[in-house]
């Protein structure tokens, strides 16, 4: 059975100032944005769309304020608003964690808008721009809150090879649900949205595929984490990570229906600077392989996704019950 290392949350001291471990992985993500955000612009539908670095550049520090400002407000609204009523100092505390993802989603949607509107572009190209450079960014920060020894997770058989004491919670065993939620939250997550979107994709497509992919997985690995608090829906009890993921992967849904109903081709024409045009087809670039597609045809495509989406749903929560109750029962048999 492991032990967690419990290192000291300061990685760096020089002189008066420190450098947190936490501090570190949020660097790294913002650093692996820049690189992921290098290659994507120099895909040929990005390119075509005339993204440039210096949009990168800007999009980056508008999205660094989305980030904090939203996870940490996330974290006080959605987790623990009665503690941060009480000690309301400590909503500044960013270096002890506590950020929450889905509220830094919202900050970043937000900052998104907000740069959008400054740069004449639509909020959603740009969210479509940014979104697979997400996921590995979240991995870093799961990274982070296992270093923090934050986030335990639930106890698990004594058997499980990487079952985990936790000293600063207690002498059980524990699943290391920060290091699942790094590998499929981010970086499975990650390997399969950025093979979506490397291809040309109409708008509102990839935000939705962000929605589908990362709701399901967030879904699924807080059965191994253990809850913040628990809500019950029709007898069914989930967590709070999981009653925020819900919204996420059917709205997903409503994103492919708006995105392959109303905007059935791929290329977007642009006139920089200014204001965002329409969506055209533009016959000339190479990349363009999708015509618009008759309403029909659009109509009922969309009917199959809104029902898979509906059956992914349904799925996602009995897998991830069914694969948490059978790797409990399965270690439980096994021979001490």
């Avoid at 399901?216 to 925020?244: C, K, W």
Wanted: glycine letters at 8%.
């Amino acid at each position: 059975m492991l032990i967690h290392p419990m290192p000291d949350p300061v990685a760096i001291v020089i002189g008066p100032l420190s450098l947190h471990w936490y501090g570190l992985m949020y660097i790294a993500a913002f650093a692996q944005f820049i690189l992921l955000g290098k290659l994507r612009i120099k895909q040929p539908h990005m390119a075509a769309m005339k993204w440039t670095s210096d949009d990168l550049d800007s999009i980056l520090f508008y999205g660094v304020w989305g980030v904090f400002i939203g996870a940490r407000l996330g974290e006080v609204l959605f987790y623990q608003p009665l503690y941060f009523l009480s000690h309301p100092l400590e909503i500044f505390a960013i270096w002890q964690g506590g950020m929450s993802f889905h509220g830094g989603f919202l900050g970043v949607v937000v900052a998104m808008w907000l740069w959008g509107r400054k740069n004449g572009r639509h909020p959603f190209d740009t969210l479509d721009f940014i979104a697979p450079m997400v996921p590995l960014g979240h991995a870093f920060g799961r990274i982070g809150n296992f270093i923090n020894a934050e986030l335990h997770g639930r106890v698990a058989d004594a058997s499980l090879p990487w079952a985990m004491i936790w000293p600063n919670v207690d002498n059980l065993p524990r699943h290391p649900s920060p290091l699942y939620q790094a590998l499929v939250d981010g970086l499975l997550f990650f390997v399969l949205f950025w093979l979506f979107s490397r291809k040309a994709r109409p708008r509102w497509s990839v935000c939705g595929m962000f929605l589908l992919l990362y709701g399901s997985a967030r879904f699924i690995t807080e059965y191994f984490r253990e809850p913040d608090y628990v809500v019950s829906f029709a007898g069914i009890s989930i967590s709070a990570g999981q009653m925020l993921s819900v919204p996420m992967v059917i709205a997903s849904g409503v994103f492919f229906w708006v995105a392959y109903k109303k905007f059935g081709y791929v290329a977007v024409a642009y006139d920089r600077p200014g204001i965002v045009k329409d969506p055209q087809p533009v016959e000339e670039y190479a990349f363009c392989r999708m015509a618009q597609q008759q309403s029909m045809r659009a109509a009922h495509w969309m009917a199959g996704h809104v029902v898979a989406t509906i059956v992914i749903v349904a799925l996602t929560l009995m897998v991830g019950y069914f694969t948490y109750e059978f790797l409990h029962e399965m270690l439980h048999e096994i021979p001490h």
